[in-house]
């Protein structure tokens, strides 16, 4: 059987950790990675034993895959050049800059019939897909997203950088259409929001309350979910996630809580993404995270950056007003 052919676009952060997971696996055929700095091309190249190119134009010709790990601005364009070519292609989060860009992604892969996948890599966090069975109707989600400061990611706001990432599991869950959005952020290191929060009401009645930020002194993952008879707290960082119910604690007694933990620390979550793309290139089967939901998440993610973009402008024309005021 011929072995499928794979590149990496963009060998940045994320880009060089694809190239190295593609380089180790045996049932694909690793051509090259392209960035448009030479440096780190070949560099990565060397590391992976492929060939780098500067142009990812040229490595085209060569594929039936692509990993695409270059600022979100350029994913449209580059993701639409591989489709065009009949690639299947496996694009970083979020899947594009704007909607109209998402819906010509994937109507491209509909025309071509390629696969179009989206890096939602938390989708495929153990402790994520643990929870699944232990899920029924949750009414109130919360989750915190908190990270030290990397300068990278910084080209979008904290929202579409960090907060998508729970906004697509949250929506994964819930399966509800979205009646309101209440949100506040505000930019703190960078030119654009660095802390955010957002509270979403769901017109199945649940709740979710995302926190993000990018400037803390500690990294924390977590989200927490409650639902009629149990209560569910994942950790994505430990890949743990717990389940407390209560059991029956015997005649005339207080029932009592049963805890259970289910650790998954072994598990390499970008391998499982990467060895499921190429399952998903082989088999030509639907990714769990495909454009669409891709684009789902892309939609409430830049609904929060709108509304927090209007409310920081309102207080701004607020305190301005005051300070005018105040000067008479």
């Known amino acids: 059987m011929k072995k499928i052919r794979v590149g990496v676009i963009g060998v940045g952060y994320l880009g060089r950790f694809h190239a190295h997971k593609y380089a180790a696996m045996d049932n694909i055929e690793f051509i090259g ?72 992604l ?54 579409l950088d960090l907060m998508i990432h729970d906004i697509d599991i949250i929506l994964s869950i819930v399966k509800s259409k979205i009646k309101t959005i209440h949100t506040v952020g505000t930019p703190v290191i960078t030119p654009l929001t660095d802390i955010a929060n957002a509270r979403l009401i769901f017109e199945n009645g649940c709740t979710a309350n995302v926190t993000v930020s990018r400037i803390s002194m500690d990294n924390i993952r977590r989200m927490r979910i409650f639902q009629p008879g149990r209560y569910l707290s994942v950790d994505f960082t430990k890949k743990e996630v717990m389940s407390v119910k209560l059991k029956d604690g015997g005649e005339n007694q207080t029932p009592v809580p049963d805890i259970s933990k289910h650790g998954f620390t072994d598990q390499d979550i970008l391998e499982l993404e990467l060895k499921d793309f190429i399952q998903n290139v082989e088999n030509r089967s639907k990714p769990q995270v495909s454009g669409y939901e891709g684009r789902q998440a892309l939609q409430i993610a830049l609904q929060v950056v709108k509304q927090i973009k209007e409310n920081r402008a309102q207080v701004q024309e607020m305190l301005g007003a005051e300070t005018n005021f105040s000067g008479l």
Do not use: W
């Open 106 to 159: 994937i109507a491209l892969a509909e025309k071509n019939s390629c696969i179009l996948q989206v890096g939602h890599l938390e989708r495929f966090n153990p402790a994520v897909l643990a929870m699944q069975p232990m899920l029924t109707h949750p009414l109130f989600i919360e989750a915190h997203r908190i990270s030290v400061f990397k300068n990278r990611g910084t080209d979008v706001d904290v929202v």
């Open 33 to 104: 990675v392209a960035d448009i700095d030479k440096v780190q091309a070949d560099k990565v190249a060397g590391e992976c034993s492929t060939k780098a190119f500067t142009d990812y134009q040229e490595l085209l010709p060569l594929l039936d895959a692509v990993t695409i790990a270059v600022p979100t601005i350029h994913h449209h364009e580059i993701a639409m050049k591989c489709l065009s070519a009949g690639i299947d292609v496996l694009v970083e989060k979020p899947i594009s800059s704007t909607i109209k860009e998402a819906d010509e």
